[in-house]
């Protein structure tokens, strides 16, 4: 519970992937009430979601990921600003970003690693096998922070 009561409600956030961790954390983030939600995802819903992904439902099949995602914010007012892109992740999308979560990990906290950003090349990591690119971008955070 500490950990939550930490979260700054008025940080931007970047969750990219809206399937099976991401739509959580989306969830959680629009309870919370943050202050703005980006998310990003080129997939569509298929019937191998439908046990596994909060957004997935029978009558959404077909459709966007980041459709379902926007669509749920509307259904609990989220009064945050909310921008869901259909895409894949791009650097480019960081702007603006507080703190950018890619499944299991925080890719950066922009506001404190904003200088060293460029050090923190996300297409090189995710070009690494997960558990290696999560402890590289890890240690990167930490001799930053």
């Keep these: 519970m500490e950990s939550i009561n930490r979260i700054n409600l008025n940080k931007s956030f970047l969750v990219v992937g809206c399937g099976g961790l991401g739509c959580f954390i989306i969830e959680f983030l629009l309870r919370l009430g943050v202050k703005k939600i980006v998310v990003c995802d080129p997939d569509v819903f298929d019937e191998s979601n439908l046990n596994r992904q909060l957004y997935s439902t029978p009558v959404n099949i077909g459709t966007k990921k980041v459709t ?49 950003l460029a050090t923190l090349d ?13 402890l590289a971008a890890a240690r990167a955070a930490i001799d930053v922070g």
């Design 68 to 116: 379902a995602a926007m669509e749920r914010a509307k259904e609990l007012r989220f009064k945050g600003e909310f921008t869901a892109l259909d895409g894949a992740f791009e650097r480019a999308m960081l702007e603006g970003i507080d703190i950018a979560i890619d499944n299991l990990w925080v890719i950066a906290e922009t506001v404190r690693l904003a200088d060293n």
């Design 122 to 134: 996300y297409a090189s990591l995710a070009a690494k096998d997960k558990v290696s690119g999560r």
